[in-house]
């Protein structure tokens, strides 16, 4: 399905087994005067808890490449009535440029809507600078209630910038650089680059996520070797890729909660580059029809150098983590 200009478009639902959690995939593409969305959209009703979470984006320029002062999306969940299933949101992303050119962008973001009785997020806001890059630490205690377990870290607010104003880009990156999940307690350290090649120039990032815990029952883990972290995709390229991750749950499923956790841009020492557009897409969250417990999510990741072209660029390494958890 296509996205409609302007206003957030139902993707795929999903439902737990128990009924007790739904999740709701929308995309929302920005029109030609791109600002923030503030607005409604109708999901399922009767649920005491919802939240929202970034699932993937693009940022992208309309005239040129630029050099860049900031890069930044943000979903919010002003209120929710669960006798109507009225969900009023926030969706606002911005890619700014050396020449204030406008820009457009298209976010796709996931609304679970569960109980308390069988998920916990715990809410974490933080913001750091520094020269070239900086990172946030936090030790959440209790974050995994008895009887759940850890799921992932979902992101609800991704935003780095310049404090020097606009730069060619060496690094783009917000990303877990560590991770440990106990019994009960989270503790982590997120890091952010925002940077030439100099490496000189102070910049900034912003950060708001979610640490999700769900019972047993509920919601299984991944099976990432990694875990808990789950990378979806790593490497050095000069074009666009574009691939269909598949994930085979130990049992069978009704759905999977897939969002951002983290993502890195890179180019070699020394280098940096103008930018027309930043992607980091999800596409499509299914079962595949002939399982029960396969999922298949489809992705892409760019860095743009010549504007207009969507599939050739400077070769860059990426690096994007997730949150998957499959919905029982």
Known sequence: MAPVIGRPVRRRTFRSSSKKTVIVYFTYRSGSTPGPFRGFVRVPRGYPDANVFICGLTLAARQQVDKLTRASVTVNKYRYDPTNGQLEVGVNAVLASASGQANWHEVTFAVVLTDTSVAQFTHINGSCGGVGQCSIARNLAGAIPPGMHYIGLGTRSWEL???????????????????????????????????????????????????????HSEMAQNTSPIFPQYTTGIGTVTTRQAWTNNDVAPTPIKGALSALEGMTYLYATGQEHELWIVEASLGNVRIQPSTTNNVQTDWGIFLGTTFGDRQNGLQYDYQESRVLGFLL
């Open 161 to 215: 910038g310049s404090n020097d104003g606009p730069i060619p880009l060496n690094a783009l990156s917000g990303h877990i650089d560590a991770l440990t999940v106990g019994p009960t307690d989270v503790t982590l350290d997120y890091a952010g680059a925002f940077r030439n090649a100099a490496q000189r120039n102070r910049m900034y990032l912003e950060w708001a996520a979610s640490v999700i815990a769900f019972t």
